[in-house]
């Protein structure tokens, strides 16, 4: 049978000679001692930052039930006074009152008072805090007012819309609330849709949530997956429509059953540092120290693999409305999910803990 005018063994005979053919390549650069400077294997083309130049990040956060969101800022802002991140806004997915405030003393203590802060305008989630009240009301805020804050998917639209094709990493450590809203949203005027703004300009997703375990990777929700289940609807639509690439940070990575943690360090910083304030509110007492959930998808989002991690890049989470997943091999596409690596035989967890540690707790580069 032939096909388009070859012949099946035409085809086979050609896969062989291609196969031949990079055999020959694979030698001749083992023999020269040549190493190829770029691995085209699509899923690791956009790790970390692009010649240098700052990652572009939006930081999606629902800053309120847990403290290591607070954490993630702190990372994300010692990133930033590195000069390895330009934070192009900030918003939060969940309607707990104070949150944009929160948001807004954390940008202001590390001296960036002109970031956006966005929150849903919808009826997203509410979740209590033991935090965010107390923070709002004892640090100075950039935001006069919870009310102040931007709508949060027009906010999304506006920071994508002004943006570089394919160079925004979108970064979310809570609900997937305001993402499910933004592909939903309808262009506007001159601006293009939600979905297309997303498929013309982001270049990754690090997407903190779900469970990781066995071959293939499977996730039954006996540990927990806070980020998927609070608005199981908005998380079914976004990971079913994402139109670009997303790379998973699971529970194992940096919360359970890794056991990683930071925070009890914070001590050592001053008392008008608001992160100190959100784990010491937290603990009840003195900061402790808790997972590091958040802080690592901070630390990826930013630097990439770097020697933190090795990545799953081939096949696609099949996701159930449940929130149950299976990871079903195939070819690489734009999925794939962090794994924790190996050095010498042992985890690097404690390599990965210092450093999250050491970001959290470094002083801002302009004093408060
Ligand atoms: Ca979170």
Known sequence: MSLQGRSLTDSRRDGKTAIVMHLKYLRQVL?????????????????????GAPVKVIFDSDMDSDCDDAGAMAVLHALADKG?????ATVTCGRNAWAPLTISALNTYYGRT?????????????????YTRLVADKFPHALRQSEDAEDAVELYCRVLDQAEDNS?????VGYLSNLSALLKQSAKGNRPSGMELVRRKVRQWACMGGNFLGTPARDDLKLGNTNFVVDKEATYYVIKHWPARVMFVGREIGSVPSGLKAGARLVETPENNPVRFAYELYFGGKAKDRHVA?????????R?????WDAHTTGSMDLQPDMTFEWKEGAACNQGYLLKKRVNGKPNDQYIEQTIEGLMIQPPRKSP
């Open 31 to 51: 023999m020269t001692g040549l190493v190829p400077v770029l691995v085209v294997f699509g899923c690791v083309i956009g790790e970390g930052s692009l010649a």
């Open 294 to 302: 958040d802080p690592t998808t901070v630390l990826y989002a930013v």
């Open 84 to 88: 390895e991140v330009e934070i192009l």
């Open 114 to 130: 002109n970031i956006p802060v966005g929150a849903p305008k919808f009826n997203a989630p509410l979740r209590e805090s033991k």
């Open 304 to 308: 990439g693999l770097g020697d933190y």
């Open 168 to 172: 925004v990493v979108i970064l979310t």
